[in-house]
């Protein structure tokens, strides 16, 4: 067995949660700010038998990978009217810090 | 040195609390949701030596072992006026989820 | 690598996060209550190679340890007026729990 804590956004949270639900693995979410990762971000903890590992890494590594994001703002424009201009701009969201620890006993009670 | 991290209902934190306070014991509390127990679970961090590990894993099972308890509810009786007739039913309560793992040093400042 | 579970004060959390901050180490702040320490304490979580692990307890150690600081009371004098003595007492602050935990893998995604 062993213990994986993520580090991830808060808006990669749900998607992950969903995909690793569907798998039947389960997660404890814990409050945590700052640090790893740009603010807003939850740790996650999993325990997971060995042979299923590999797979929770790789649904962490699709879910929430680090990628740029459009983010469309509106660019107001100095004139005689109040007026905006839409602004897209490319934005790097996610991003996970991932530990793998031994769990020497696991125990459901 | 061993780390235990034990996610427990939150009905069943105070009475673990005071049992391994009794003994000596301290333990950590993080704020948890969702997962691996149904909602409203607490994660305990606690850090025990070696020959005081198989106390604390039993006091968990004893106070957080997963058991039914009767609840009451008050069924409303469809009728000319407002009346009710206790409903005791039985609902699982407690379990609890708990991962014991090696402390390669533990320093008190 | 290496796992840093440090629970500290409230008090010493900003002075130590900027002090690892500052040789570019980074911590995840989780919300915790009671247990090691008296009230009033937060649970930091630090991933750190082996060869900078000494200097991160070494931070903890300065900026955490336990000492006793000066408060200083107003001791209401009892009179025909209601009037107040400075009261100088020595309490104790600070302390430190920390567990070091051997990380398997650190994946960043
Ligand atoms: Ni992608
Ligand atoms: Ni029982
Ligand atoms: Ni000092």
Not at 18 to 30: D, K, P
Not at 47 to 68: K, N
Not at 77 to 93: L, Q, R, S
Not at 97 to 104: A, G
Request: aromatic fraction near 4%; charged fraction near 20%.
């Amino acid at each position: 067995m062993k213990m994986v804590i993520a580090i991830v956004q808060d808006k990669d949270v749900s998607k992950l949660l969903q995909c690793v639900t569907r798998v039947g693995l389960r997660a404890t979410r814990l409050a945590s700010t700052g640090g790893f990762l740009r603010s807003g971000n939850t740790t996650l903890l999993f325990g997971v038998e060995e042979e299923r590992l590999e797979g929770l890494l790789s649904t962490i590594r699709d879910t929430c990978h680090q990628r740029d994001e459009m983010l469309t703002l509106a660019q107001p424009i100095m004139g005689p009217v109040d007026a905006h201009i839409p602004f897209p701009i490319e934005v790097p969201v996610g991003g996970a810090t991932v530990f793998v620890l031994d769990v020497e006993q696991f125990i459901k009670v």
